[in-house]
């Protein structure tokens, strides 16, 4: 299947300073990534599509200046996360959609963030 | 939007029993059903996924039922074994770049 790579996988920060996640499709160009949010014991919470070349739709709540995404090429997404804070704590976890199957979304490793 | 319901929550099994997990959705746009199993801090990984033009597929031990007329689908796992423990994800999506929209998922103990 098709191979989708997130890095850092464990980040620790302080209060105040931005993190930044990449996400990438190694063997297929994606068009459409996603990023998603789970809590421990949770489901995974969509917060924002993002498509090549322009701009990101966020999902109602999650705000915008706070979760920067860039998906400046086919193969690479970005989420920043910014001033973050300790409710920033989270599994992030991005997906591609392309490959062979349409609709069929392959997961990154996620990348646990813990803020002090 | 879709909204996703799942059941049961947790299901603990004897090894070599089955496990059925259900799930509903509302938008009835949505065409493409996957499950996706999660280990403890890993990435979910596609087990199987049905689309709405057939009504059941089977992969070995695992498979997948839809009713689009009641719009639920369900997963059935056969002869389960303890490598099956993990939680269990069920999704909904319709056609395009629409992203999937997940269940709360299902904690699945095998008991040896």
């Known amino acids: 299947g098709a191979v989708v790579s997130q890095h850092p996988s464990w980040v620790i920060c302080k209060s105040g300073t931005s993190v930044k996640i990449e996400c990438r499709s190694l063997?297929?160009?994606?068009?459409?990534m996603f990023w998603y949010r789970q809590f421990p014991k949770q489901s995974l919470m969509l917060m924002a599509t993002?498509?090549?070349?322009?701009?990101?739709?966020?999902e109602q709540g999650v705000e915008k200046d706070k979760f920067l995404i860039n998906h400046a090429s086919l193969t690479l997404s970005t989420l920043t996360v910014t001033s973050a804070h300790p409710e920033d704590s989270s599994f992030y976890i991005c997906?591609?959609?392309?490959?062979?199957?349409?609709?069929?979304?392959?997961f990154g490793a996620g990348t646990r963030l813990s803020v002090l | 939007g879709e909204n996703v319901e799942q059941h049961p929550s947790t299901l603990s099994v004897q090894e070599g029993d089955s496990a059925v997990i259900k799930c509903t959705y509302s938008?009835?746009?949505?065409?493409?059903f996957p499950w996706y199993k999660q280990e403890l801090g890993k990435r979910p990984q596609l087990i199987i996924d049905?689309?709405?033009?057939?009504g059941e597929k089977k992969d070995q031990r695992i498979a997948v039922t839809l009713n689009k007329t009641a719009k639920h689908f369900s997963l059935h796992i056969t002869e389960t074994q303890p490598e099956d423990s993990a939680v269990y994800f069920c999704?909904?999506?319709?056609?395009?770049?629409?992203?999937?929209?997940f269940g709360k998922g299902t904690r699945l103990s095998v008991i040896a």
């Open positions: 993002s498509n090549e070349g322009s701009k990101a739709t966020y």
């Open positions: 999704a909904a999506s319709a056609s395009g770049n629409t992203p999937l929209v």
């Open positions: 997906s591609a959609r392309g490959g062979t199957g349409a609709g069929i979304q392959y």
């Open positions: 049905i689309r709405s033009n057939v």
């Open positions: 063997d297929f160009q994606a068009t459409t």
């Open positions: 938008d009835s746009a949505s065409n493409y």
